[in-house]
């Protein structure tokens, strides 16, 4: 089963109306994308909690690891540099952070406020090998926008 964004942001949309909490708007949209799709095998957020550092939020499946600094992992890099980082192959990404052995490739994205402040990122990690596109990227950074950029 493959996403379908369109019916997934009408369905957050609508879960979503009217919240402007951090936590339960990151709660919800985990729980959405973590059972919309059969390529996310981990999928969650880091959120910025001081300068410089990433703690766990609200997150579907195996355990992920508490603290990420800004200058570890495919998640502190996307907060670091304030871009989608998208990794066919976590294995070939220096200072990748394996939280289980299984995962083949992730995409991590930053999650911006209405300011354009980065508050966190957006991590989904596929068990599948280059399981995630530019489609993918696009679709999911409109989606953190409609939901993140109320706040
Ligand atoms: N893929 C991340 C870490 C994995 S988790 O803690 C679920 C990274 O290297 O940033």
């Known amino acids: 089963m493959l996403v379908n964004y369109d019916d997934l942001t009408k369905t957050v949309a ?3 109306e009217g919240e402007t ?3 339960a708007l990151m709660a919800t949209l985990a729980c959405e994308l973590h059972h919309a ?11 910025v909690t001081e300068p ?18 800004f200058a570890r992992g495919v998640c502190g890099a996307a907060a670091r540099l304030n871009a989608v980082q998208l ?3 976590v294995e070939a990404f220096p200072g ?11 995409i991590v994205l930053p999650v911006r406020n209405g300011a354009g402040a980065v508050i966190g990122v957006l991590d ?5 090998p280059a399981a995630f596109t530019q ?14 950029g109320r706040l």
């Open 87 to 89: 990794v066919d192959d």
């Open 52 to 69: 410089e550092l990433l703690k766990i939020g609200p997150y579907q499946g195996g355990h992920g690891c508490l603290v990420i600094p």
């Open 14 to 16: 609508a879960l979503t």
């Open 37 to 47: 799709d059969d390529r996310f095998d981990w999928t969650g957020f880091y959120r």
């Open 96 to 106: 990748h952070i394996a939280c289980s052995s299984a995962t083949r490739s992730e």
């Open 124 to 128: 989904i990690d596929s068990n599948q």
């Open 21 to 23: 909490d951090e936590i």
């Open 135 to 148: 489609e993918d990227a696009t679709r999911l950074a409109a989606l953190l926008d409609a939901v993140f």
